[in-house]
């Protein structure tokens, strides 16, 4: 799909999403691709599925600077899953917050939340959930339109099911636990990678515990040969 072509259907999208929330009176988060010429050139195309936008938060906005947890997380998990991608081999080193670029829109993802509405304070899972179930169509025709290779679902594992009216059904080597006995997982489903993961505001764990637990699923998990395997 050309830039032009993403462009119009996306805002044609999202404005169309956004007249449900007309007498929400909360801003409404324009989500998706964070620069398409940079995304368009990636190896591999990643989507975050995110729970909810954070106040006035919008990723579409360019140069926007990658800060606090979430963005760094974000970008740390970016650098490895890409880099795991072109060598699965080798573990990358985890990376400093200078290391990292500058801008969300440099990293070449995309960005998806499943409630767009801000405001309203932290939403839990049940009240995500809900979204997922309202949105779902809306959802599931804006993922098609990024149409990423990986799917990164950040604490939406839950919502991610609701989408798709899908259930993983549990085979070897597909879970991974962190050190206090936490599963997270991934999946091949719809010919794309679906990792389980964490959301990247967490807190009370280290960063570079949790960058090495998700390249360590990618690696021993053979998750790149997976998936290659079925689009052979």
């Not at 032009?4 to 929400?24: F, I, R, V």
């Not at 679906?194 to 960063?207: A, N």
């Amino acid at each position: 799909m050309k830039k032009e072509e993403y462009e119009l259907s996306s805002n044609t999208l999202l404005l169309k999403w956004e007249e449900t929330y007309k007498d929400e009176d909360r801003e409404f988060s324009f989500d998706g691709i964070s620069d398409f010429d940079i995304w368009n050139k990636e190896p591999i195309k990643i989507l975050f599925l995110l729970k909810e936008t954070n106040n006035d938060f919008q990723p579409k906005i360019p140069k926007q600077k990658i800060t606090g947890l979430c963005g760094l997380n974000m970008a740390r998990w970016n650098y490895a899953i890409k880099s795991l991608f072109e060598n699965s081999n080798i573990i990358p080193t985890f990376p400093q917050d200078d290391d990292l670029p500058n801008y969300l829109s440099d990293l070449g993802i995309a960005l998806v939340e499943i409630k767009k509405i801000a405001g309203g304070g932290r939403s839990n899972n049940r009240i995500i959930e809900s979204y997922a179930i309202k949105d779902k169509n809306f959802l599931k025709e804006q993922i098609g339109l990024i149409n990423p290779k990986v799917i990164l679902c950040c604490g939406t594992n839950s919502s991610y099911e609701i989408i798709y009216d899908w259930k993983p059904i549990k085979i070897d080597n597909n879970y991974f636990q962190d050190e206090d006995g936490n599963d997270c997982s991934f999946w091949i489903h719809n010919q794309r990678l679906i990792i389980y993961f964490y959301h990247p505001t967490t807190i009370g764990k280290s960063p570079e515990i949790i960058y090495n637990l998700l390249c360590r699923m990618i690696k021993e998990g053979k998750a790149f040969e997976r998936l290659n395997l079925i689009n052979c």
